[in-house]
């Protein structure tokens, strides 16, 4: 009963992001806001939504700590394995745009969120802070657009402004009926998501905080596995990356942000373990983007696969850590040891590549 209703909240999760995505695009397009606008916006936010229901209603249930594994982990999993795997599919080019900008402000965010973890809880002020910086973001957006460039505009017309001359949801009653069925659809699928994690972590003995950063994570994050994936296909490649960046800011800012106001006086208490370890792993995947973003400004196929490798390495040390696993200590060491040194050299030798002249 318990996998039917976890299977459940996830397809009530996919089905509800579609629908307000669907339903916010074509609605926005009507009102006359670009697509390009809409692409960084309202897909982007869109496909986090499930992370937004699947937090405030475990903050609302009393379940913070998925509530934190949540956002922490689906950020993780969207840098390591959506593009991992979307790069395997095709090698994805990285628009300028995002390496001189979105990356750094997800680095920004990122190490905003490591300091206010610092003591341990994110109280209103700073729940309240994080979203002022979402709001503040998106409006910075809408007003630059207006001086992106012609192929830019082009390409997210192409992605989304076929859809709209479809006859059934050209009206926006039904747009916004859209919007309706889909955040109904998320509320329902969240509740039915986190009271399955929960029935999960304590029949296999582990915490919530282990559920959320792993099979929750995973789970709110099939919309963006869904949209990045579709657009490397369709060779859409600067929406598969410009979708996890969005997605990983939106996770931060307004998922933590709308979370934490949920949540009172109380805050969100975050977990030691989260910010000796979690965030830190966050922090980092977010810095390891600009070495990869800068080399010939493209994520080639190698370092997609090192990425999804780095993300089974992860998942494996929290299995092992979750359990006391007798050989946790050899593989940290074997991490930290080797892995982690490799790492800095692959990093190094990507910055190097960049002076490679290009073919």
């Known amino acids: 009963m318990q996998f039917l209703m976890f299977a459940g909240g996830l397809l009530a999760l996919v089905v509800g992001a579609g629908l307000l995505v669907r339903g916010a695009s074509k ?16 897909v982007a936010f869109g496909t986090s939504a499930p992370e937004m229901a699947v937090s405030v209603g475990a903050v609302l249930d009393g379940r913070v700590d998925i509530a934190i594994g949540n956002v922490v982990g689906s950020n993780i999993f969207n840098v390591l394995f959506i ?4 790069a395997l599919i095709v090698p994805l080019v990285v628009n300028l745009q995002l390496i001189r900008q979105e990356v750094p ?35 910075f957006l809408v007003v630059q657009s207006r001086r992106q460039t012609r192929a830019a505009q082009d390409e997210y017309t192409e992605a989304l402004g076929p859809a709209v001359t479809a006859a ?59 949209a990045s994936i579709t657009a490397a296909i369709k060779g859409e490649r600067d929406i598969a990356v410009g979708n996890v960046i969005g997605s990983n800011l939106f996770n931060i800012l307004g998922c933590l942000g709308v979370a934490g106001l949920a949540a009172g006086d109380a ?15 966050m922090l980092a995947v977010a810095l390891a983007c600009v070495p ?25 040390y929290l299995i092992l850590a979750a359990q006391q696993h007798d050989a946790l200590r050899t593989y940290t060491l074997a991490m930290t040891g080797f892995v982690l040194p490799l790492t800095v050299i692959t990093l190094v030798a990507v910055l190097l590549r960049r002076r490679t002249p290009a073919h």
């Open 267 to 281: 805050g969100l208490i975050v977990p030691p373990s989260v910010q000796a370890f979690d965030i830190w792993v």
């Open 168 to 226: 059934w949801d050209r009206s926006p009653l039904v747009q916004i009926g859209l919007v309706v069925a889909g955040l109904a659809a998320l509320v329902l699928g969240s509740q039915w998501l986190v009271e399955a994690a929960v029935t999960f972590a304590k029949a296999l003995g582990v915490s919530d905080l282990v559920i959320g950063l792993t099979i929750v994570a995973a789970g709110t994050s099939l919309p963006e596995v869904a």
């Open 105 to 139: 402000i997800m680095i920004g965010a990122s190490l905003l969120l490591l300091l206010l973890s610092l003591d341990g809880r994110i109280g209103l002020l700073d729940a309240a802070l994080l979203l002022a910086l979402l709001i503040g973001y998106t409006v």
């Open 83 to 86: 593009l991992g795997v979307s």
């Open 292 to 316: 990869v973003f800068l080399t010939g400004r493209e994520i080639a196929r190698w370092e997609g696969a090192v990425f999804v490798l780095y993300y089974v390495g992860y998942v494996g």
């Open 27 to 42: 609605l926005a397009l009507s009102f006359g806001i670009s697509p390009l606008v809409v692409g960084l916006t309202v």
